[in-house]
């Protein structure tokens, strides 16, 4: 049987830092509720959960790389909502978000769980913002928590 590392779903004891965008606020904002809600059920303190809101989902990428240089979180989860529109920007800021948040990740080693919905429209983002589709921030929050326990070997 082969060795299996994984990581526990304990929150305790770590720090968390949320990166929201604010553009989007209907959505994004419902995406933090999830995150937070996910990170104080699996036993964070209040304490260790900070909230950054940034204006968009294009600037999320700086802010996150600014709090992981600082060594001051365990992980950061990125929350926002990029809703396709008539023009082509969406492609744009959506491919550029998601590129970032990973860059940013494997450039500090700190974990950013990605939590930035793209979407076709607005129905498409409200059934993952806690509709029938769940809530991508709360998904998130799980995610950090577990590459948090993964990365220090709990």
């Known amino acids: 049987m082969p060795k299996i590392f994984e990581g526990k779903l304990l ?7 949320i990166v929201v965008s604010r ?3 209907f959505i994004s904002q419902r995406l933090l509720e999830g ?4 990170l104080l059920r699996h036993e964070a303190s209040e304490e260790d959960i900070s909230v950054y809101k940034v204006p968009g989902a294009f600037e999320i990428p700086l802010m996150a790389k600014k709090l992981a240089k600082t060594k001051n979180f365990d992980a950061i989860i990125a929350v926002g909502a990029v809703i396709r529109g008539s023009t082509p920007h ?3 800021v959506a491919s550029e978000v998601a590129k970032g948040i990973a860059l940013v990740s494997l450039e500090t ?6 939590g930035v919905l793209t979407t076709d429209n607005l129905e498409q983002a409200i ?7 769940g809530n991508k ?11 948090v326990n993964l990365l220090k070997g709990s």
């Open 35 to 38: 995150a937070v809600d996910a």
């Open 137 to 147: 921030g709360a998904e998130a929050a799980m995610a950090a928590i577990e590459m």
């Open 11 to 17: 929150a305790k004891g770590f720090r968390f830092a």
């Open 127 to 133: 059934e993952r913002a806690g509709s029938k589709a």
């Open 109 to 114: 080693e700190v974990p950013v769980s990605f």
């Open 90 to 92: 969406f492609e744009y």
């Open 23 to 25: 553009f989007n606020d």
